[in-house]
């Protein structure tokens, strides 16, 4: 689903406070710009790449039952599965906004690479959630350390170093 422009003018209409958009998973071209281009005519501070994939079904073959208990076993795919579709999320939109719009990267964050992945396709910070619900608090020390060292065995000072720096072929 594209992106509403009715919708987000009357959010505008409501006051001075920050804008931010959690965006869907695009996957073709136009869409990223068709998007990028409605959120380039209002004062959008921050988008979120990407949700989760809706309405996926996980089998247990063992049980013969829907791993997600609600709604008949649908559900969003995310973590692991989803990385590459929010690394390209975040790498499109880098490419077609403004960087006065911060993105935030979303999907199979799990390691520091994970995260400096993000970084490099462009992302200005990571969401990390199926790590937590998996590992616990702990687990975003761990992470952060694991970006710090990385960054630093490859001669990177700060975030800003890095921050959609992805090399091309």
């Not at 003018?9 to 996957?27: D, S, T």
């Amino acid at each position: 689903m594209l992106l509403d422009s009715q919708a987000l003018a009357a959010i505008c209409q409501l006051g001075n406070k920050p804008i931010g958009i959690k965006l869907a998973p695009y996957f073709d071209m136009s869409h990223f710009i068709a998007v990028a281009n409605i959120i380039k005519k209002y004062p959008v501070q921050f988008i979120t790449c990407i949700n989760s994939i809706g309405n996926t079904l996980v089998i247990d073959p063992h049980t013969e039952q829907p791993i997600i208990k609600p709604r008949g076993g649908f559900g969003g795919l995310c973590g692991d599965d989803i990385k590459p579709i929010g690394l390209a999320n975040v790498r499109a939109f880098r490419q077609l906004l403004d960087d006065n719009v911060q993105i935030i990267g979303v999907g199979g964050i799990k390691t520091g690479i994970d995260a400096f992945e993000y970084l490099l396709a462009g992302a200005d910070a990571v969401q990390i959630a199926t790590c937590f619900e998996k590992q616990g608090p702990d687990c975003f020390a761990r992470i952060e350390q694991e970006l710090s060292d990385f960054m630093q065995a490859k001669g990177y000072r700060e975030l800003a170093d890095a921050k959609g720096k992805l090399k091309p072929l």
